[in-house]
């Protein structure tokens, strides 16, 4: 799979598990790597399935940097979701969970808030919304819609 930013920038392509869970993210700039992979879907899905997993991240832009979560998945409820792709009748997926984290300049702790909108007609999730704070200060804060798309058999 690739992505990109609205402006054709940042190019990267995407690996992922056959469950489409993300295992790595390569671009010109950096690696990224989940261990043993982001556990967004529990396939099949159905409203109140729920889900754990451990996961472990890596990143060459950030060498001596290690990331360590504990998340939490549940399938919350179905809803209508508009991205710039189209409409879709979505799964709405909620994952969160503690981190921890340690650097070169110290360790610390914070908090993972994942927001999936999974639409069957595509095979995929549509709107992805990402937080994660440390204490109660936000750190990052992503939100990826899909643009276009299409199907092969």
Excluded: C
């Excluded at 099949?44 to 060498?63: I, M, N, R, Y």
């Excluded at 940097?65 to 809803?79: D, M, Q």
């Excluded at 808030?113 to 095979?123: G, H, I, Q």
């Amino acid at each position: 799979m690739e992505a990109s930013a609205l402006d054709g920038s940042n190019v990267a392509r995407i690996q992922r598990t056959p469950d489409f869970n993300l295992v790595r993210v390569e671009a010109k700039q950096f690696s990224k790597t989940t261990l043993p992979y982001y556990p967004n879907f529990s396939f099949p899905l159905w409203v109140g399935k729920t889900w754990k997993s451990k996961v472990a991240f890596e990143s060459t832009d950030q060498p001596g940097k290690e990331v360590w979560a504990e998340l939490e998945a549940r399938v919350v409820g179905s809803e209508s979701v508009t991205v710039p792709a189209g409409t879709f009748l979505a799964l709405k997926i909620e994952l969160s969970g503690p981190y921890r984290a340690k650097s070169l300049e110290g360790s610390w702790a914070g908090r993972i808030e994942d927001t999936l909108w999974y639409a069957p007609e595509v095979r995929n999730a549509v709107r992805y919304e990402y937080k994660d704070s440390s204490g109660a200060a936000p750190y990052n804060h992503e939100i990826h819609e899909l643009v276009r798309y299409w199907l092969t058999p």
